[in-house]
């Protein structure tokens, strides 16, 4: 990989991960109903399971989505499926008023922050776009080293932009003073999610834009 392809990689993950999608959309949720504290397990599961899911992709798993077609329909009805329930989670959460100690709910964890990777179509086009575009040669071949950098990088990169938006999440908690602007504010984030869903619905979804 050469310096020039490198920060190449470097801008896209930047811009891939700082901009709106279903991973983000749940962190501002997250951080207005938890804070930032509670948080970092579902920031860390990102970070770290969205790496690990760009190797796999490099080492080979998409050609296990060829031989078998069927694998990718079952994908796409998993993705539907669950995030229509996280969309509902969301939207029914209770949370207390900022100004009590705790909330009535509890933030996602770092396994299921993980795998939730793999049900998220944006992070399915994130990661083959970033393999064929940053790790593959000319002739169509992958370097293992190539694989680990672009692993590697987003690993790096990911975590201050979603941070980020946890933080605005937090931000938010003090407009959301009444049980009324937190049940507006939760119905909105879950909207946005289900909105997130046109990669999943449309028959072309997987050669969406990239976001996060």
Request: aromatic share 14%; hydrophobic share 55%.
């Amino acid at each position: 990989m050469t310096y020039d392809i490198f920060l190449a990689l470097v801008a896209f993950a930047f811009v891939s991960t700082i901009t709106p999608g279903p991973n983000n959309t749940m962190l501002v949720a997250s951080g207005a109903n938890f804070g930032f504290r509670r948080s970092l397990f579902h920031m860390a599961g990102i970070s770290i399971g969205f790496p690990v899911m760009i190797a796999l992709v490099g080492f080979g798993l998409m050609q296990v989505f060829d031989a078998f077609p069927i694998l990718d329909r079952i994908l796409r009805i998993v993705s539907l499926a669950y995030l229509i329930w996280l969309a509902w989670k969301i939207a029914s959460a209770a949370p207390k008023l900022p100004d009590m100690p705790e909330t009535a709910g509890a933030p996602l964890t770092f396994l299921q922050a993980a795998a939730f990777q793999w049900v998220n179509p944006k992070a399915w086009t994130m990661a083959t776009y970033s393999i064929v575009q940053f790790a593959t040669d000319d002739a169509g071949g992958r370097s293992t080293f190539a694989v680990i950098i672009v692993a590697l990088v987003y690993a790096v990169v990911s975590f201050p932009c979603i941070s980020a938006w946890v933080a605005l999440g937090q931000e938010m908690r003090r407009f959301l003073t009444s049980p009324a602007r937190l049940r507006g504010f939760n119905w909105t984030m879950a909207v946005l999610l289900i909105l997130s869903l046109y990669p999943v619905i449309w028959p072309d979804g997987w050669a969406a834009g990239p976001q996060f």
